[in-house]
């Protein structure tokens, strides 16, 4: 307790209402979100052959398969209903650069925002106290708005290949015995996608907070506090000449007459219409 109330007195965590530190945490939890979700899916589709010779059928064929999708190399047994021969079938594809590039991304999104967080809370003074610190966060936040954005539609477009590729009926093609038609073959169920369609939308979510956040990361930097003080420069010194030089055109005097400097006036030049008569 000791330690952890030196840590809270010695951090300033006001800085996560603001702002650059509250998105900064959105961003920590949903790159967890992200990963998880498509890192650790696993799925699984049955389907049924059922062969002419009740012996040989297998109404019951589990297909496993999981992350990162290298189809190819997930296989299952299914029987040729010639006697007792069965065959080894593999699944057609790899979506695995996809899928892990994605995975690879909110990792280090999940790093990122982890440190930048700390730093914020514990490092405040040292952040600020250089342009370095602000400058170099927001080139990260620029390159991973740009990262979050290509890997969650490639991983969006590589999902669909996935599904398109584990659908029952399209398994049914690769094996042997559905190609005869005495032989039928059936579907039971197909793969649980919610998961994975929670890691696309889990991607594109980042995006926007990644996107978002630029502006916040910028206001931190000297681009930034340079054109603030130029421009509050500028209507200073724009504001000072106008209160320079009163307006001497003319007055009114306390009667409220309007007078209104006159050529009789100049030294040397008369001083009534009467003197010049």
């Not at 620029?142 to 398109?164: C, G, H, N, Q, Y």
């Not at 197909?190 to 996107?211: E, M, Y």
Request: charged letters at 15%; proline letters at 3%.
């Amino acid at each position: 307790m000791d330690t952890a109330n030196q840590l809270a007195s010695v951090g300033t965590f006001q800085v996560l209402k603001l702002p650059l530190g509250f998105i900064r945490v959105l961003e920590w939890l949903f790159a967890i979100f992200a990963f998880a979700t498509c890192g650790g899916y696993s799925g699984q589709l049955r389907v049924s052959v059922d062969c002419m010779e009740k012996a040989s059928s297998n109404l019951s064929i589990a297909i496993d398969f999981a992350y990162p999708f290298r189809l190819y190399q997930m296989s299952f047994e299914a029987p040729m209903c010639e006697a007792t021969r069965r065959e080894r079938v593999y699944l057609v594809g790899d979506y695995s650069s996809s899928a892990e590039f994605f995975v690879t991304i909110a990792v280090f999104a999940f790093l990122y925002s982890l440190v930048a967080a700390v730093v914020y809370i514990f490092f405040q003074n040292k952040y600020r106290e250089n342009s370095r610190g602000p400058f170099i966060d927001f080139v990260v936040t620029v390159v991973f708005s740009f990262m979050w954005l290509v890997s969650s539609s490639a991983w969006a477009k590589a999902l669909s290949d996935v599904k398109v590729a584990t659908d029952p009926d399209e398994v049914q093609l690769l094996i042997s015995a559905c190609k005869v038609q005495t032989n039928k073959c059936g579907s039971l169920h197909g793969p649980r996608w919610s998961g994975l369609n929670t890691s696309v939308v889990f991607g594109f979510l980042n995006f926007v907070l990644w996107a978002g956040n630029i502006w916040f990361v910028f206001k931190e930097t000297s681009w930034h506090k340079g054109a603030s003080r130029l421009a509050g420069g500028a209507a200073e010194k724009q504001g000072g000449t106008f209160s320079q030089q009163p307006y001497n055109q003319g007055s009114f005097d306390t009667q409220g007459n309007f007078s209104q400097p006159s050529e009789y006036s100049q030294v040397g030049g008369p001083t009534s219409y009467s003197n010049q008569m």
